[in-house]
């Protein structure tokens, strides 16, 4: 078993899982432990994990949460504006 940390686009530890074999993205890193505690918000950098966390603003979280249901609802509207009329 592989353990990884999962980075986003900042190279910021969103994540840490477990893996049969080694995922080559670019966005996952071999990790010792499956400690989400201790890579949570790290950022790695040049093969070193940063002592600092950068822990998202809770607004920002919420506000692409606000922002991806307000596209979902603009879709299920779409679809049902096209089974009113017909199209489906």
Known sequence: MIILAELNESNVCI???SVISMINDGKHIEIETADYEHYAFRKYENGQWSTEKFVPEYAQIE????ERLEQS???QDGLLMELMLGGI
């Open 15 to 17: 994540g840490v899982k």
């Open 63 to 66: 506000l692409s949460r606000m």
């Open 73 to 75: 609802q603009s879709e």
